[in-house]
């Protein structure tokens, strides 16, 4: 059973909302977002990256960064730049961009079942980014932003979206400079997506695992410091916005390597058939491509034996077959000689990266599908890092959940 909760909204007027939602914390860097809120007071930026208000050089995870981002959400709510619903509700969230749409359905999930694997998972997350966003939740009582996740299709949820939005005006409805169309459609007549929810076994994690864990963590807290709670609390409940897994859409996760052994190249054409003067992007699963000296080439990567979900990922042959043996790297979330472009970036980054000379070898991966994911999830296993990149992205700003 999975469980879906109205809640009252904080939000934008429909007029503010293109000039205060903002891309989310965890794809914005500090001098991004400190460039992007420049000249704009109203931007959300400045509750979910608070240091940008701050002198340059402040750690992200200063004292004063915490306060500054509870100080901003107040300031925006007293001044009326968010407004509060009077009436719990859910939404419906429709991201259009490249002529493909996926519908989801926004509102509170719950910790329990996040807590109890309801809402199963399938990465690892990092004790330092838990502190640093279970404190924001914390010091802002409040979840300023939502996590992305999905469900297996269902015709009950399918169906009541697309005659609500067919019958009913958005509240929202922009277009950003990505070329990325936002709709958001207020419904408060909630029970019929209530009880279509609660036919769901599972939710899945698609984008956000620091957030939910940071959920769980904040609502931890806020119990001990009750003498009584009843489970109903508005903490024990985070956003989150449910797409089909028909609908995702999935980008290749992409990987540079820093320095690579003289000798990489002779190394690879020792272990695997080469192709040489390909295009940049793989076509099949199982194909990697490497940009090295100029050009790109191919390898199709062995099958493990006997491989579970996790084994038959492109993401986890590469490190059994090459990154480790090959280059040495053990640990792919810790060593500091491989990193990750998103594939919203494209190949030409990676080019341009090696080509500048800050990076020795660029690795083009082939994406992962949803159902992989899935699968993954399903036997109770964790993907290699960095393992999918989910392109549209949520809009931070929206709709805000508070205790």
């Known amino acids: 059973m999975a ?146 996740l999905t469900c297996k299709d269902s015709v009950d949820i399918g169906e009541f979206t697309a005659t609500f939005c067919k019958e009913n005006n958005p509240v929202f409805d922009f277009t950003t400079q990505d070329e990325i169309t936002h709709r958001l459609w207020k419904v408060t007549d909630t029970e019929t997506l209530v009880q279509a929810f609660s036919g769901l076994d599972y939710l899945y994690i698609a984008d956000g695992h620091h957030r939910c864990k940071s959920a769980s963590r904040a609502a931890e807290y806020e119990r001990e410091k009750r003498p009584e709670v009843t489970g109903n609390e508005e903490f024990n409940f985070f956003p989150a916005v449910i797409f089909p897994m028909s609908e995702m859409n999935i980008l290749a996760y992409n990987r540079i390597v820093f320095n690579a052994p003289n000798d990489f190249l002779a190394q690879l054409k020792s272990k695997f058939t080469v192709q040489e003067n390909v295009s940049p992007e793989p076509s099949h699963k199982g194909d990697i491509c490497f940009y090295i000296n100029g050009s790109w080439l191919q390898i199709t990567l062995p099958q493990a034996e006997n491989p579970s979900a996790v084994e038959r990922l492109d993401a986890y042959r590469l490190q059994e077959f090459v990154l480790k043996p090959l280059l040495g790297i053990d640990d792919p979330r810790r060593d500091e000689n491989i990193s990750f472009v998103g594939g919203i970036r494209g190949t030409d980054e990676l080019e341009k990266r090696v080509d500048s000379g800050k990076a020795d070898l660029a690795i083009s991966m082939y994406p992962t599908a949803i159902e992989e994911l899935v699968k993954v999830s399903d036997e109770g296993l964790l993907m290699p890092p960095k393992s999918t990149w989910f392109e549209p992205k949520l809009r931070s700003g929206l709709l805000v959940h508070t205790f």
């Open 3 to 148: 469980i879906i909760h109205p809640f009252k909204a904080w939000h934008p007027s429909p007029e503010q909302v293109k000039q205060i939602a903002c891309p989310p914390y965890d794809v914005i860097s500090t001098e991004e977002a400190r460039k992007e809120a420049q000249g704009n007071p109203n931007s959300f930026l400045h509750i979910i990256r608070p240091e940008i208000d701050l002198p340059e050089g402040t750690s992200f995870n200063d004292d004063s960064v915490y306060q500054t981002g509870a100080d901003n959400l107040q300031k925006f709510m007293d001044a009326g730049i968010l407004e509060q619903d009077n009436e719990k509700a859910l939404f419906i969230y429709q991201l259009i961009w490249k002529g493909k749409t996926q519908t989801g359905i926004f509102g509170c999930v719950s910790v329990e079942e996040y807590d109890n694997d309801v809402i199963l998972k399938h990465e690892l997350t990092r004790p330092d980014k838990e502190d640093d966003r279970t404190r924001h939740i914390v010091e802002q009582q409040a979840h300023a932003e939502p996590v992305m």
